[in-house]
């Protein structure tokens, strides 16, 4: 099956900064690549997604780019606020299936 | 999010004991998938089930049943719980869309304890 890896398991940025978070497929078959963003306490939640036919999408602070030969995906976070800490998910589709990464707690200081 | 809900919320039990956990969705998607969340192991497949009386394995099926006789409905049942299957567990959703890349929707979850 299908083996994600996700780094790095924190991340501490000081309000404003970037955030860059890594993920690691194995299995070129996999064609989708969500991103999610998990609150204490809450469900996972989509904030943005790539289909394997595209190497980068944004949506206004939030960037994901694919490297399909390398088999890895980042997510990228700029002007990072308060409100953007949170444990973030990358998952990759594979057959149906989805795998997910690890985690990364993300912390914004003030 | 209306759409994908789970009972309980909430579920203390004892070990050897058998439980089911409910999960229900009114978007008529046809994927549905069962994961089980651990500290320091992300989101883990349980089960999943393509439609109605199609369900296949994940990544952690053992200890675990499922069945779907309706599309709306995909309970899972721990048959004899142990305290490894403490955890917290989500129920997902999706439309598989072109190329079976369609957005999964997650349920609250549901905190399991097995004492």
């Known amino acids: 099956g299908e083996n994600v890896e996700q780094h790095p398991s924190t991340l501490s940025v000081q309000e404003g900064d970037s955030a860059v978070i890594k993920c690691t497929y194995s299995d070129s078959a996999s064609n989708y690549f969500p991103w999610y963003k998990q609150e204490l306490g809450k469900r996972p939640q989509l904030i943005i997604d790539?289909?394997?036919?595209?190497g980068e999408k944004k949506d206004q602070r939030i960037a994901v780019t694919l490297n399909k030969t390398a088999k890895h995906f980042s997510l990228h976070i700029t002007e990072t606020q308060p409100e953007d800490s949170a444990v973030y998910f990358c998952?990759?589709?594979?057959?149906?299936?989805?795998?997910f990464g690890s985690g990364t707690k993300l912390n914004v200081k003030p | 999010d209306a759409g994908i809900t789970q009972s309980p919320r909430y579920k203390i039990t004892e070990t050897g004991r058998q439980v089911t956990l409910m999960c229900h969705q009114t978007?008529?998607?046809?994927?549905m998938f069962w994961y089980r969340q651990d500290l320091g192991h992300g989101l883990r497949l349980i089960y999943y089930s393509a439609a109605a009386d199609i369900t296949d394995k994940g990544e952690v099926p053992d200890g675990y049943v499922v069945s779907r006789s309706k599309t709306e409905n995909f309970p899972l049942t721990l048959e004899s719980a142990t305290r490894s299957q403490t955890s917290v567990y989500f129920c997902?959703?999706?439309?598989?869309?072109?190329?079976?890349?369609?957005?999964?929707?997650f349920g609250p979850g549901t905190r399991l304890t097995v004492t």
């Open positions: 997902a959703s999706s439309e598989p869309g072109t190329a079976n890349t369609g957005e999964q929707y």
């Open positions: 998952a990759a589709r594979n057959f149906n299936k989805f795998y």
């Open positions: 790539i289909r394997s036919n595209v």
């Open positions: 978007w008529s998607h046809s994927y």
